[in-house]
């Protein structure tokens, strides 16, 4: 299962979008793009997976995805959820040439995957006003009168101040207001991508210009994990959505992933999850068709 980049064609002078998307079970390939993303869950459960973090949907959540992190929302097989996306460029709000309120616009965005809480439940004051916000949002952006430009830019700063304000408020993701260096920031973004090959730090500093050993030590300061851990949780994060969502066998899984050693990823499975491949994929059916099984 390849990561893949879901471009989408903005209009240059308008880079922005409100659209509505159905998920169905699992249809959808986990997948980064160059844009932001806010969904918000409008009907329907399901699981929104990211390559270090999982989360439970319920309708009324709220998920936040920035330009680069590997995603995809997805539902029990035979079901189907209902979603409200407002994707944009950042351009649509800042670039080098704007003033400093326009760049704390975006923020938000600029955060660290592995502390980042992308999730706001339904039912919080945030959660309430974003939904608000999106809804009265895609009415404007589908009606199209005369000013609705003017309005939609308005909706969407609100809508980013409230993410602003709601990440502020919350300590344990203080990392999420503090911009990554950027050499650290195309370094994590080339790993993301290239996760699933052989990939050594020597590699990884040479493109992003840095001498390995100052690269080792600026990496883990930045993200807060080492660069073999990182590497370590994208390959396991999908060993595990692959054990779930597929039918290949768990050799052409370890494949898939990048592990060359069959024996060295059973013991790092086993290290992390206290269970072998095949127990995770047996323990992960009997879940669902538990949740699946009609009440007596």
Known sequence: MKRFNWEFDF????????????????????HWHRYF????????????????????????DIFITNNYENHVAITEEG?????????????F??????????RQ????????????????ACGTETAEKITGLLLRGIKVYEAKEETWEMEVDIIVR???????????RKASVESARQNINPKILAAQQYIDQNYNRSLTLDEVSRYVDLNATYFRHLFKEEIRISFKEYITHLRLSNARLLLMDSDMSINRIIEEVGYTNISQF????????????????????????????EPL
């Open 93 to 102: 709000i800042s670039d080098s040439s704007n003033h400093r309120a326009n």
């Open 158 to 168: 609100n809508i980013l101040l409230e993410l602003a304000q709601h990440y502020y």
């Open 11 to 30: 209009d240059p002078d308008f880079p922005v979008y409100l659209f509505e998307y159905t998920v169905v079970g699992r249809r959808d390939a986990i």
């Open 266 to 293: 059973y013991r790092i499975f086993r290290q992390h999850y206290h269970m072998t491949p095949a127990e995770y994929r047996r323990q992960q059916l009997e879940a669902r068709q538990a949740e699946n099984r």
């Open 79 to 91: 079901r189907e959820n209902r979603w409200l996306f407002l994707i944009l460029m950042p351009s």
């Open 37 to 60: 993303e806010i969904g918000l869950c409008l009907e329907g459960d399901g699981t929104f997976l990211y390559s270090h973090k999982q989360y439970a949907v319920h309708t009324g």
């Open 105 to 120: 616009y975006i923020e938000t965005f600029h955060y660290n995957p592995p502390d980042f809480i992308n999730r706001i």
